[in-house]
């Protein structure tokens, strides 16, 4: 008996079933009596509300660094969702893609963060790969989708046009190891 009784006393004196402990809430910071169970389950933590507890469990981030302004940004899935994963801010995202008539252009150019890849302003909201495109400007045609283009010394920036080979997708397998094929695709 004596175990229930120091925490699960109530105002009005009742000795209560259920062992509580007066605790604060994290994230509002009302004190009320909060289950011990609930207490213990959190790590030593108890929230007042639902809302409370959703507004503190750890939620999936992404730090990102912003291509056009350079600051790193921490932001919610849905907020990267919406700046492509590339931007601070939609503010930057919209500067970014307005092209080169707009006054904070910075040249169109960017490292596409995961691939590795350099991709160079085409036209408004279109960015693509600058290996390609010194390519075909180098062919005088567009690239088909069959047709990579393969960097010879394996750097995937190194964009000079004599690193830059076209091969077919079977080729670019075979030249690649296939077990390191996820790790180099350039
Ligand atoms: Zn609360
Ligand atoms: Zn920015
Ligand atoms: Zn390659």
Redesign the pocket.
């Known amino acids: 008996m004596s175990a229930l009784i120091a925490p699960g006393l109530s105002l009005f004196g009742v000795v209560q079933m259920v062992s509580k402990i007066k605790t604060k809430c994290p994230v509002c910071g009302i004190v009320f009596m909060a289950r011990k169970s609930h207490y213990d389950r959190n790590g030593g933590k108890a929230y007042c509300s639902r809302k409370c507890y959703y507004r503190d469990i750890p939620r999936k981030r992404y730090v990102i660094t912003c291509v056009l302004c350079g600051k790193i940004r921490i932001l919610t899935p849905k907020q990267y969702g919406k700046r492509k994963g590339l931007f601070c801010s939609v503010a930057c995202r919209i500067l970014f893609q307005s092209g080169p008539d707009h006054p904070m252009w910075k040249g169109g150019q960017y490292i596409k963060s995961k691939a590795g890849y350099v991709m160079q302003y085409v036209k408004p909201k279109f960015h693509k790969r600058q290996h390609r495109i010194v390519m075909e400007d180098a062919i005088g045609r567009e690239l088909s989708e069959d047709e ?5 010394n ?1 750097k ?1 920036q190194d964009n000079r046009i004599e690193n830059l ?1 076209i ?1 077919s997708k079977a080729q ?1 397998i075979k ?2 190891d296939p077990r390191k094929w996820r790790e ?3």
Not at 148 to 152: A, E, S, T
């Open positions: 990579l283009v393969h960097h010879l394996g995937k080979q091969v670019h030249i690649h180099r695709t350039s």
